[in-house]
């Protein structure tokens, strides 16, 4: 019985072994390259990957999530500073919202240590925030910002710099996608995500994707008599919104008197 089994396991591997290499010589006849270029040709679908990739999901949340393009412009000359920043959203090539507001004017919830009132929070000047990049990483900084501002209250560089400090070594704040603008009535800073804390010589500040023509734009006219920081900013928003695609005519802007005004005034004061 045991040699019966053995040759009965014997013959059905050698049949086995038989039928796999008829079964290769088969195929190796059958799928010559003109053939499996054809299969190929039926089995993937004539939209690429890159082109499938464009019209996915994902991406397109992930467009509608952020600002793919705006200006803000800020602007100190004589005792006042100027924000000021366009209303345009878009996602791809399309505009969804023509008004968007992306300037903002914080208060300090503290003043001296004290809890602020309803009411007093325009005497304490408070501080104007414009902002470019994704809408929900643009508001998370603004969060934090506000939270330095408690925390150092009257001192906006540190204020900035500590942000910086959070948001470059931070994991969750790392990967957020934004730029602010930040001035109140001592000094006007820039914050990028590189940990960078930004203050121009020419009291001149952009960020956006037009922000290299309303920065220019800015600059020429920031020596010219009798136009005041608005005027200005207006005027750069102009020549900044007829170049670039993202950018719109519908401003938002916030002014506001600089503390070298306050000096200049008493000053005069002073003197009679």
Request: charged share 25%; proline share 3%; glycine share 8%.
């Amino acid at each position: 019985n045991i040699k019966q089994h053995t040759q009965i396991v014997c013959n059905t591997s050698h049949l086995i072994g038989s039928f796999l290499k008829m079964m290769q010589r088969i195929t190796q006849k059958l799928l010559t390259p003109a053939s499996v270029s054809r299969i190929r040709s039926f089995a993937s679908p004539s939209v690429s990957s890159t082109q499938l990739s464009s019209y996915s999901t994902t991406s397109t949340l992930n467009d509608a999530q952020s600002w793919h393009g705006t200006t803000i412009l800020c602007v100190r000359k004589d005792g006042k500073v100027c924000m000021m920043g366009d209303g345009q959203v878009s996602m791809g090539n399309m505009v969804v919202k023509p008004n968007a507001r992306k300037i903002r004017k914080i208060f300090p919830k503290t003043v001296g240590g004290k809890p602020q009132k309803d009411g007093d929070g325009a005497q304490s000047g408070g501080v104007v925030v414009g902002f470019a990049g994704s809408t929900a990483d643009a508001f998370t900084l603004l969060e934090r910002l506000e939270g330095k501002l408690d925390e150092y209250p009257g001192q906006l560089a540190r204020s900035c710099v500590e942000l910086a400090k959070g948001w470059r070594t931070d994991k969750y704040l790392r990967r957020l996608e934004a730029s602010l603008l930040v001035a109140d009535e001592n000094v006007s800073l820039e914050i990028t995500g590189n940990g960078d804390v930004l203050e121009s010589s020419d009291k001149v500040l952009s960020v956006g994707s037009g922000s290299p023509f309303a920065l220019a734009a800015a600059r020429a006219l920031q020596d010219q008599e009798g136009m005041s920081a608005e005027d200005i900013c207006r005027k750069a928003m102009d020549i900044a919104s007829d170049m670039c695609v993202y950018t719109n005519k519908c401003y938002k802007y916030e002014v506001m008197d600089t503390k070298d005004d306050k000096k200049s005034e008493n000053g005069e004061t002073d003197e009679k």
